[in-house]
DNA sequence: CTCGGTATAAACAACG
DNA sequence: TCGTTGTTTATACCGA
């Protein structure tokens, strides 16, 4: 968020909490911090270390977590939105889920990083927030007004922060290219302005820049560990084991957990999926770090013959080798993935200046009309299938002053396909694959 | 030093 | 009329 810190001295006396900004920026965010001696003494870790023991048994707490975390668990869920409290929030921290066991250390952590998110900003940059409100959305749109109030509803520091960052927001909004206007009429009835949604097209940039942004030490993703990580209780630093890619816990959180898997080619997590849900409140449980990739048909039970039989990574470029599941209630494996054809098409790290070779600025970019999925993106939704199609969110249409999606050549594609392929390279999955089969254990650690 | 990215402020028009 | 929304312009800072 350099522009915050890059304010002029005089400017950073006007906004409360700047001081503590550097130092803050962890404690505002989480960023999924946990660091181990918090992990240690969570009550959360000991609930579920107690129980575990055996493999079963470790599955008996998946279900536990499932039955008694997960309904109320909705990472931009219609519930989240309307509860006015998701209990999962972008700093990791439990909003009203922290339960009766909940120790005083970790209340005190809790308040802490409460008390820092009220006075510092957040790490992001205001395309960053747009995006993660959007994202969270059921609809994957909103109106400014609700981008405000997801804004100020997980980071509290622009309660207090002068009125200003609503004008930036907008600013972001018209001007940023990534985000996109949203006739109004075809998706809520009424209402004042239009729905916001994030260009399918620039997402992967959001998602770079989020990773640069929340991941200072990118350089993590191109040097995975020579082995994969391995779940022990005594062996720190855990790592997070996400689709064969390795993190440092303390460097993700759900949120990015969900925008790390659908940065991935050929990936794309649903929020709203109930495994990724469980492995996400899984990530923020002391005993569990990882978010593991199964393929349909892969139950809690199955999960260890998987492992045990499979001889092979994941091979996650067939549709029906991931859970696409419309229905909670059929979802009994803990597949984290539904699959998305790989909108990755670029590896640009910037946000605003990719189009410029194929437009001439914004107002050729917003010229024309179209749907809100590109043929591609059609297509891809008829990949996935019946199910999927019930989910299938209905098309938007971009106004009549947007311009056309860019056309992706055949060559242009292939191009990006082998990027996307060395990106993934690059992130580990192949070194990780092996790794895969220690998933299952490391789900306990 | 330049440039790109970002934040902030301000002005203005359109709209409900 | 007023508040909100959306757009545009200008300016400033930081990091590469």
């Known amino acids: 968020?350099?522009?915050?810190?890059?304010?002029?001295?005089?400017?950073?006396?006007?906004?409360?909490?700047?001081?503590?900004?550097?130092?803050?920026?962890?404690?505002?965010?989480?960023?999924?911090?946990?660091?181990?001696?918090?992990?240690?003494?969570?009550?959360?870790?000991?609930?579920?270390?107690?129980?575990?023991?055996?493999?079963?048994?470790?599955?008996?707490?998946?279900?536990?977590?499932?039955?008694?975390?997960l309904q109320n668990f909705t990472l931009g869920g219609p519930e989240a939105q309307a509860s006015g409290g998701p209990l999962f929030d972008i700093e990791g921290d439990y909003k009203s889920n922290q339960g009766p066991s909940s120790s005083s250390s970790q209340s005190l952590h809790a308040r802490g990083r409460e008390r820092d998110s009220l006075k510092s900003k957040p790490p992001f940059s205001f395309s960053l927030l747009i995006y993660m409100a959007i994202e969270q959305s059921p609809s994957k749109s909103l109106p400014v007004k609700e981008i405000y109030g997801w804004i100020l509803e997980?980071?509290?520091?622009?309660?207090?922060?002068?009125?200003?960052?609503?004008?930036?927001?907008?600013?972001?909004?018209?001007?940023?290219?990534?985000?996109?206007?949203v006739d109004r009429s075809l998706g809520k009835a009424s209402g004042k302005g239009s729905l916001w949604c994030v260009d399918p097209e620039y997402r992967p940039n959001l998602i770079q820049a989020l990773k640069k942004q929340h991941f200072p030490a990118a350089h993590a993703f191109?040097?995975?560990?020579?082995?994969?990580?391995?779940?022990?209780?005594?062996?720190?630093?855990?790592?997070?084991?996400?689709?064969?890619?390795?993190?440092?816990?303390?460097?993700?959180?759900?949120?990015?957990?969900?925008?790390?898997?659908?940065?991935?080619?050929?990936?794309?997590v649903d929020p709203s999926h109930p495994s990724f849900q469980l492995s996400v409140r899984h990530?923020?449980?002391?005993?569990?770090?990882?978010?593991?990739?199964?393929?349909?048909?892969?139950?809690?039970?199955?999960?260890?013959?998987?492992?045990?039989?499979?001889?092979?990574?994941?091979?996650?470029?067939?549709?029906?080798?991931?859970?696409?599941?419309?229905?909670?209630?059929?979802?009994?494996?803990?597949?984290?993935?539904?699959?998305?054809?790989?909108?990755?098409?670029?590896?640009?790290?910037?946000?605003?200046?990719?189009?410029?070779?194929g437009f001439n600025g914004r107002q050729s970019r917003r010229a024309g009309s179209e749907g809100f999925h590109s043929d591609e993106d059609s297509d891809l939704w008829e990949e996935r299938g019946l199910q999927e199609t019930s989910r299938r969110p209905p098309a938007i249409k971009w106004p009549v002053n947007k311009r056309p999606r860019r056309e992706v050549k055949p060559e242009v594609d292939e191009e990006l396909k082998e990027a996307a392929g060395s990106l993934l390279h690059l992130a580990g999955i192949r070194s990780c694959t092996e790794g895969s089969k220690h998933t299952v254990k490391s789900t306990k650690y």
């Open 154 to 181: 997980h980071f509290p520091y622009f309660s207090n922060a002068p009125t200003g960052w609503k004008n930036s927001v907008r600013h972001n909004l018209s001007l940023n290219k990534c985000f996109r206007k």
């Open 283 to 357: 990530l923020h449980t002391p005993s569990c770090h990882c978010i593991s990739v199964f393929p349909v048909g892969v139950t809690l039970k199955t999960r260890k013959e998987y492992f045990s039989n499979s001889d092979g990574p994941l091979d996650l470029s067939r549709p029906d080798s991931v859970l696409v599941s419309s229905d909670p209630k059929q979802d009994h494996n803990y597949s984290s993935v539904a699959l998305q054809r790989c909108s990755s098409r670029s590896s640009s790290s910037s946000l605003s200046s990719l189009d410029e070779g």
């Open 222 to 268: 191109s040097t995975p560990p020579a082995s994969p990580p391995r779940c022990s209780a005594s062996s720190p630093p855990r790592h997070l084991f996400l689709q064969g890619c390795s993190f440092k816990e303390s460097d993700i959180d759900a949120a990015t957990a969900m925008m790390l898997l659908n940065s991935a080619p050929g990936h794309h």
């Open 1 to 69: 968020m350099g522009p915050i810190i890059g304010m002029s001295p005089d400017k950073k006396t006007e906004i409360p909490g700047m001081q503590e900004e550097r130092t803050g920026l962890r404690g505002a965010c989480g960023v999924g911090t946990l660091p181990e001696a918090e992990c240690a003494s969570s009550p959360l870790a000991t609930s579920v270390d107690r129980t575990g023991g055996t493999e079963d048994e470790e599955l008996t707490n998946l279900n536990w977590l499932h039955e008694n975390l």
